[in-house]
């Protein structure tokens, strides 16, 4: 360092000119000052690392001209800086504001003259507004060339008014003045800008020429007094704060006590947190949760909202509840007029929820305390009660001394179901829809972000998606885990940045890059198109790579300022107006504007497109530029799906809550029952006839069913049944299934039942994992729709309600549920003659059925089969919906010739015509013929969404949903809500069941019929009523309860329909018909059982027998 410094003291001697001793100084000055600010502004523990990866002391932002020449060759010439130029000013502003609040040192800005320095006020005005530190060096004339007509010359005194801390013109260079006042005047500047609340100072510096360094002679007396600064590298002034809150420890200081007291006092406290600005400040927030156990609601610009997790400890996040869908949760009136906190302890300034920042306004009055560093106001609501003005770690640290008694968490209890609830709904929301969509952007956006990563967030829709859909997701890196195992922290944070001093627009792509090289990370920056279009000069500073990580700028490209499509005036707005005033749209190329730049482009147009994408460029050494494309109508139509949904899924929430047992404790968080024991019973009853998917040849008269009834008792003696009866269609068999069951029975004792169970969003899914420790993969279809049954019957028992009401909360209404009934559709096995299958049809509907289903490509040509199908037609006339399904057994010109052949029978579709699936659009192409899924979406490995997105063709008209088969009713949901959604049938099919399962199906059929109008009344369309395959219930000559099935013609509805109400009260009282039981399995009995686990890498097997007293238990396992 003394050498550097001797090098400056011969150099300064040395210049040609005193405008180059001038600038010299300046930089010089400006330099040392980098290094002190790191020491005093940064946390010490913090600094070191920071010093290890900052590679330079200070930070030249110089844009081009000849009056500012003596400082930007002073800047580039020097060895301890770093420059960067770009000729856009503002941009390059910007750029240096990004720095800024990257590194938290102030970005040196030199620039000429004129219109150069006016285009600094942007960027000089989101630095003054979001507390940003920085140093513009203006160039100017001499005072004798103002007001005079030079050329360039504009009156630059002032010039940022009260958007700069401290403003100075210097004089112009002279050796009349002593050169230590150059070096007091940077000093005090950086102080200033330095010192709370942190911002941007100016220093106009006219100069006379020469501007080059040419010789012109000045007098070595001016540096008198400089030998000391010259011999050391220090700044010539030092400033010294003695910071006063020191002393103000709690109890040391009167308002900090008060502040205390009120915390303590506190049931209902909300930790609200907003912008924090460095690691350790989000570390202490984060520590500050824990401590309080209240519940937090954290900002895209907190750091904490996209946490990374860690796998192994899924309990961790339940030592901190955040309420990450707050917003969204309070779309509900319900929600709104229910929750209110009496204390809220704010901690950074900015709250990106308008939602949120009204429902801190509705809980009013109440004590709202807001800490943040600076002294400034921000109040816009005016509630601050106490302004706390100090870092987050001062006020962490004088409350972490207090203790605070937990006195109810019930408030808690309930914030955590609600937040649950939305979070599924949310997710389940951008998971089924097919197409890439802006929320999905940001509901993913952290899986692509590390521990050696930061986000810059645009601002427009960008920040509001990622606070509104932005998620916690798990990390596997090891050196995280230990590190947050080290420091018994939930969390990994990220840094996330955006520029909401100003909320601009403008200047974006600069700031975020100039935070990469700020914060030394990889940043992932995101922005919309006009954003993006606002600052492509930006690309300009992209492509100097100076001492910076690569960086990810994702563009979302919905053509437009997508933001104003939200408004509520664009639906009373002229289209045209709206495009051409508001939305701006366009189609300006940002391939080609990347192109222009050689910056690497990739266009994005699907959800797998964007993971691929930011997966290869996480670990590339180039800049890329990823535009995704999006369409400013479909994002708003999505927006408001989502809203609506969430809104739905918070009032069932609530709903769920309101009706929780008086009295229950809520110990045991998101948990509300307790599972007592379990126990199964062999069925075998008696079939008229063999099952449709019946292989076998049937000599005998003779037909039966088996399979088991599970009984699932909860702790407060409600029991709930359900059905495990697989089939041929079945990839398990009831050997199979009785081993898994047997391993349930006895790992099931004791279990707790989550309260969301019910809303089929995912939930059942997580808790048969984290709970009963069983991968979705290894639990047979079968035993999972029977669990799910049993459990979500025995939840309906205990609240005294049903399982629909349970599933729809919203609709209970007895005196609807006894006029409601499901249409049910006819099954014909369809074996025999043309004629005596027609008549077997017509005698259905005579009957009172309007829908048949007929099973077709049994016999050896597929012309007797539509000559049977042409019959049928014949004879039941052109009302009747007819139906035929071909289990994938014709290739695909029997297909084609059976289709030929039935063009005119007018039927409703044809379930699986063709054996390769992969054929069945073509089928529907060539033919014209609608056709529904069954076996395909029996037989999908991966995610149901991600398998169906193949099947969005509009001659697909039905999905079939066999909830035993493809694995309960969590699924079958999210199945059927596809359907919907793409407006195709969603057709409930039995699989055989006894009175049991198809009783739990009417209802499972009646509930997306509700949800069907709900589409119906979305879109506004008409959608007729379904008939379900429940057809089934004919096959019963015995059944497993002595209460028989309510399924009769209905005059009102002019169909076959099965009764709600009365699918209710059988399973309400529910009786197991003993007679037809065989065995019975209880714990007590049972010392075996079997768990096969098959994932995609490995397969294992589980064999455990209990043997000797129970006393003494030894297990073994093989
Ligand atoms: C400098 C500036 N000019 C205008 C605005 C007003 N404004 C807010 S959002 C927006 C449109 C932004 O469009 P885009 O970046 O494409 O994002 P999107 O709305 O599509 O999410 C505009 C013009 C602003 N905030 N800042």
């Not at 519940?295 to 996209?306: E, H, T, Y």
């Not at 279809?781 to 205990?798: D, F, K, Q, T, Y």
């Not at 349970?806 to 409601?820: G, R």
């Not at 395959?1029 to 099935?1045: M, S």
Request: glycine fraction near 6%; aromatic fraction near 8%.
């Amino acid at each position: 360092m003394l050498d550097d410094a001797n090098e400056t003291s011969y150099s300064l001697q040395d210049q040609a000119n005193i405008n180059a001793v001038w600038a010299s100084l300046i930089v010089e000055e400006c330099s040392r000052l980098g290094i002190v600010v790191s020491k005093n502004f940064l946390p010490l523990d913090f600094f070191c690392s920071i010093c290890l990866i900052d590679t330079f002391f200070q930070y030249f932002c110089v844009a081009p001209g000849s009056r500012s020449s003596p400082l930007a060759i002073a800047a580039s010439s020097h060895p301890l800086t770093t420059c960067i130029s770009c000729f856009d000013e503002r941009s390059l502003a910007f750029h240096a504001v990004g720095y800024s609040k990257g590194s938290h040192k102030p970005a040196v800005i030199i620039t000429s003259s004129g219109t150069a320095v006016s285009n600094l006020l942007p960027a000089v005005v989101e630095a003054s507004q979001d507390f940003v530190p920085l140093l513009l060096l203006t160039a100017d004339r001499p005072p004798e060339l103002l007001d005079a007509g030079a050329n360039q010359a504009i009156n630059q005194v002032n010039h940022f008014g009260s958007f700069v801390r401290f403003t100075f013109s210097l004089p112009a260079p002279t050796d009349n003045i002593p050169a230590r006042m150059v070096l007091t005047t940077i000093d005090s500047a950086v102080h200033w800008a330095t010192s709370l609340p942190f911002g941007p100072v100016h220093i106009n510096c006219p100069f006379r020429e020469p501007l080059d360094d040419s010789s012109d002679n000045w007098m070595l007396n001016c540096l008198k007094g400089l030998d000391i600064w010259m011999s050391g590298a220090e700044p010539f002034t030092k400033y010294i704060q003695l910071q006063n809150y020191l002393a103000c420890k709690a109890g040391a200081c009167v308002p900090m006590a008060e502040v205390l007291e009120i915390i303590k006092g506190t049931d209902t406290g909300l930790l609200l947190l907003g912008a924090i600005h460095t690691e350790d400040e989000i570390w202490a927030a984060l520590l500050l949760a824990k401590h309080l156990n209240w519940p937090v609601v954290a900002d895209i610009l907190s750091g904490l909202r996209l946490r990374k997790l860690l796998p192994s400890l899924p309990e961790i996040e339940e030592n901190v509840l955040f309420v990450d869908h707050l917003d969204h949760a309070l779309l509900s009136e319900g929600v709104r007029g229910w929750i209110h906190f009496d204390v809220i302890v704010q901690i950074g300034s900015r709250i990106t929820s308008k939602r949120v920042s009204q429902m801190v306004e509705d809980c009013f009055p109440c004590t709202y305390i807001l800490v943040d560093n600076h002294p400034c106001r921000h109040d816009p609501s005016h509630f601050v009660t106490h302004r706390v003005q100090c870092s987050v770690r001062q006020f962490v640290d004088s409350l972490m001394q207090s203790q605070f008694s937990h006195r109810s968490n019930k408030w808690c209890f309930y914030l955590r179901v609600l937040n649950t609830m939305v979070a599924w709904d949310i997710s389940f929301q951008i998971n089924a829809e097919y197409s890439i969509t802006e929320p999905h952007v940001a509901h993913v956006i952290t899986e692509a972000l590390s521990a050696e990563s930061a986000l810059f967030v645009g601002n427009s829709m960008i920040i509001r998606d990622a606070d509104m859909y932005g998620r916690s997701c798990k990390t596997h890196a090891q050196s995280i885990a230990h590190m947050m195992l080290d420091s018994e922290l939930p969390c990994l944070s990220i840094r996330v940045a955006g520029n909401r001093g100003a909320s601009g627009i403008d200047g974006l792509l600069s700031t975020a890059i100039g935070f990469a090289v700020g914060c030394n990370k990889q940043v992932l920056c995101l922005v919309g198109d006009v954003s993006m279009l606002h600052d492509t000069n930006g690309l300009a500073i992209l492509t100097q790579r100076v001492s910076r990580k690569p960086m990810r700028i994702l563009v979302i490209n919905n053509h437009g300022g997508a933001i104003f499509s939200l408004l509520p005036f664009a639906d009373k707005t002229d289209p045209q107006i709206l495009d051409r005033y508001f939305y701006t749209s366009h189609t300006i190329s940002i391939q080609k504007l990347c192109e222009a730049h050689s910056v690497r482009h990739l266009p994005v147009k699907t959800k797998v497109e964007l993971q691929e994408a930011l997966l290869k460029f996480e670990h590339e050494k180039t800049d890329c530029v990823i535009e995704v494309e999006s369409c400013i109508g479909a994002n708003s139509t999505f927006h408001s799906t989502l809203r609506k949904s969430a809104q739905q899924a918070a009032d069932h929430a609530l709903s769920i809550l309101s009706r929780l047992p008086v009295g229950v404790s809520i110990s045991d968080g998101l948990f509300l029952y307790k599972i007592h024991k379990m126990n199964f019973s062999l069925y075998r009853i008696q079939l008229c006839a063999p099952p449709t998917s019946s292989s076998a040849d049937h000599h005998h008269n003779e037909f039966h069913r088996e399979g088991y009834i599970l009984s699932v008792y909860l702790e407060d003696g409600s029991v709930g049944y359900g059905e495990v009866a697989p089939l041929e269609i079945h990839k398990e068999n009831l050997v199979d299934v009785e081993e898994q069951l047997l391993f349930l029975l006895h790992i099931i004792k004791g279990i707790k039942i989550d309260v969301s169970l019910p809303t089929l969003k995912g939930s059942f899914t997580s808790w048969i994992w984290s709970n009963l420790g069983i991968m979705e993969c290894s639990i047979f279809p079968s035993v999972r729709c029977g669990l799910e049954m049993a459990i979500l019957n025995a939840i309906a028992v205990s609240q005294g309600s049903s399982f629909i009401s349970m599933l729809q909360p919203q609709m209970i209404n007895e005196e609807i549920y006894e006029k409601s009934s499901v249409k049910i559709c006819a099954l014909v096995d369809s074996n025999g003659t043309p004629n005596e299958v027609a008549y077997i049809a017509s005698s259905l509907v005579e009957e009172g059925f309007t829908a048949i289903k007929l099973k077709v490509a049994r016999r050896a040509d597929p012309i007797q089969d539509a000559a049977v199908i042409c019959k049928v037609r014949n004879e039941v006339g052109p009302c009747v919906e007819l139906r035929v399904d071909a289990n994938r057994k014709w290739t695909y010109e029997e297909a084609i010739q059976f289709g030929f052949l039935v063009r005119d029978c007018d039927l409703q579709y044809i379930e699986e015509p063709v054996e390769n699936v992969d054929d069945i659009v073509k089928f529907c192409e060539e033919t014209g013929l609608p056709a529904a899924l069954d076996e395909t979406i029996d037989n999908f490995q991966e995610s149901h969404l991600n398998m169906l997105a193949k099947y969005t063709h509009p001659g697909i008209v039905a999905v079939v949903i066999k909830p035993s088969v493809i694995g309960g009713f969590e699924k079958a949901a999210l199945i059927a809500r596809w359907a919907q959604k793409h407006g195709k049938m969603a057709v409930v099919s039995a699989a055989f069941e006894s009175g049991l399962g198809l009783s739990t199906y009417i209802l499972f059929s009646y509930y997306l019929e509700q949800l069907n109008v709900v589409y119906t009344v979305m879109n506004r369309e008409i959608r007729p009523s379904i008939a379900h395959g429940l057809g089934t219930y004919k096959w019963l000559k015995q059944d497993v309860t002595a209460i028989p099935l309510g399924i009769h013609y209905d005059p009102c509805k002019g169909f076959m329909g099965a009764s709600v109400a009365g699918a209710i009260q059988l399973l309400k009282n529910f009786k197991v018909n003993n007679n037809v039981i065989h065995k019975t399995f209880n714990e007590e009995q049972v010392h075996r059982y079997h768990l096969t686990v098959n994932s995609k890498n490995f397969s294992y097997s589980i064999k455990v027998h209990e043997v000797g007293q129970e006393s003494n238990v030894s297990t073994g396992t093989s």
